[in-house]
């Protein structure tokens, strides 16, 4: 990839230039005309006044210049007035790449090789490798038949039981068999929180345990009037408790908590409408998943802790279409989603569900030719510890649109005033199409957007250690990218 800022320093006197190419500068296509009128296209052979077609090269050389410089420069003002300058920017730092695959070129960079906190900009990695490892469907779970009975291994489909999912493959086949089943948790080789999380958000909705074999999207869905509540899945019917002093029958809760240690749940505030509450459950580091599949299926699941053979080749059962659960993970930064997909990749290229591991696999293989090696940290970007530069993302976005196309990415990414984006960029819908990141003095957004006159264009901002309002941030960033599409 080459930068337009390339040749873009010191330059002849304009009086040193043919009149033709000091034209230029004020309009390419004009130049190339007026120089066409003096200097017809001719073999060099047979021309007489060779310096007539010396300055014609010149020419050409010198229009590419004045384009590249231009571009640059009337993007570096864009960034100065609506990004650099801005209030709510004025004491960040900004990195931004924007780059054109047709002519491989950066056409600009501000702190584009340096690192920041990418937030959920993390996802577009994790897309990456999961596009490219989990097939066209989502393997749900391995098993083998022996005499009697079956046994299961889980690959980390997040999508088991998931409300977003009506079609349960791997429940019907787990329901509809007469033999025993086995289920072997012995490929979980990690930690239900990723590295660098903020362990006291354990109850919040956005960051529920990772396991080997998630059930109910690991979430307890809590609805109705506090007396009577519905609690899916019934499993933990028994583990809620509120004061009756505080609330009265008719209202709902407002907010649910859980002890740290243990699947305990209690009502902290009550409100007068209905609202369903998702609260994480500790999944006992995989543990749990035992009890919660005898009580689901209302059969015996016993515990093996033998592993896959490597050698063996053994059955699958396919969940759902891998973009299904994809989409709305890019759509709504589902970091549960995101999650398991890096442990499924892990699964699947490893045997084991690591994600150390398997990042340090992909760092090695497909992502070795990244500008600036990330510090990778986890598949969803709750971790503080994740460091990428503008120029990484801008890579990552490039491989994507090379190995997967545009088309298929454009219903995986969500475009303006959709998702995440939703009340942004509503003039630009179907033609910029990007993931947002967001999390405590960290707003980001990374991926695809068409100028007006239909250039591609893969782009990245990354603003760290704002002390703003995210939506003003957000805003400025948009004022940009609009201006970026409208000026080219």
């Excluded at 999380?197 to 979430?219: F, I, Q």
């Excluded at 509450?277 to 995989?286: H, R």
């Excluded at 209302?298 to 053994?314: F, V, W």
Aim: proline fraction near 4%; include cysteine.
């Amino acid at each position: 990839m080459k930068s337009l800022n390339d040749g873009c320093g010191h330059r002849k006197d304009r009086r040193d230039l043919p009149l033709a190419i000091v034209y230029y500068k004020q309009n390419l296509s004009m130049a190339v005309v007026y120089y066409k009128k003096d200097l017809p296209m001719a073999n060099p052979h047979k021309m007489n006044n060779t310096h007539r077609y010396k300055d014609y090269l010149l020419l050409i050389a010198c229009c590419l210049i004045f384009s590249s410089c231009s571009v640059s420069k009337k993007i570096s003002r864009s960034t100065q007035k609506n990004v650099l300058e801005n209030p709510a920017l004025k004491t960040a730092h900004v990195g931004i790449s924007i780059f054109e695959p047709a002519t491989n070129k950066y056409w600009f960079n501000h702190q584009g090789d340096k690192y920041f906190i990418p937030a959920s900009n993390t996802k577009i990695a994790t897309c990456y490798i999961a596009m490219k490892y989990l097939g066209k469907n989502l393997k749900g779970i391995n098993y083998e038949i022996a005499d009697d009975k079956v046994i299961i291994y889980p690959t980390g489909d997040p999508t088991f039981l998931h409300t977003d999912f009506g079609r349960q493959r791997v429940f019907d086949f787990l329901k509809s068999t007469d033999k025993d089943i086995f289920l072997s948790t012995g490929n979980w080789q990690d930690d239900a929180w990723g590295s660098g999380w903020a362990w006291n958000d354990y109850s919040e909705a956005y960051m529920p345990e990772r396991s080997a074999m998630p059930v109910y999207g690991n979430v307890i869905r809590f609805k109705g009037p506090i007396q009577n509540l519905s609690i899916i899945p019934g499993f933990f019917s028994g583990n809620f408790n509120f004061d009756s002093t505080r609330f009265s029958s008719s209202t709902y809760p407002s907010a649910i908590k859980r002890k740290l240690t243990e699947n305990s749940f209690f009502a902290t505030a009550a409100t007068e409408r209905e609202r369903e509450l998702q609260i994480p459950f500790s999944t006992d580091n995989s543990e749990l998943i035992y009890l919660l599949l005898q009580d689901t299926l209302n059969k015996s699941i016993k515990k093996t802790s033998g592993g896959k053979d490597s050698l063996i080749k053994y059955a699958a059962i396919h969940s759902q279409p891998t973009d299904s659960m994809l989409k709305p993970m890019m759509h709504r930064s589902d970091n549960f989603f995101a999650e398991q997909s890096l442990l499924m990749v892990s699964n699947e290229l490893l045997g084991v569900m690591n994600d150390a591991k398997v990042i340090d696999s992909i760092l090695k293989s497909d992502f070795k030719d990244l500008p600036q090696k990330p510090r990778w940290a986890d598949g969803s970007g709750l971790s503080r510890y994740n460091l990428f530069t503008p120029q990484d993302f801008v890579v990552i976005l490039d491989k994507m649109k090379n190995e997967f196309g545009m088309e298929r990415l454009k219903e995986i990414f969500p475009t303006g005033n959709d998702g995440t984006l939703a009340n942004y960029y509503k003039a630009d819908s179907t033609y910029l199409f990007a993931k947002t990141g967001t999390l405590s003095s960290v707003v980001a957004l990374s991926g695809f957007m068409y100028t007006q006159k239909n250039k591609l264009l893969l782009f990245s901002v990354l603003v760290n250690n704002h002390q703003a309002s995210a939506i003003n941030v957000r805003r400025a960033v948009e004022a940009f990218l609009q201006g970026l599409r409208k000026d080219f």
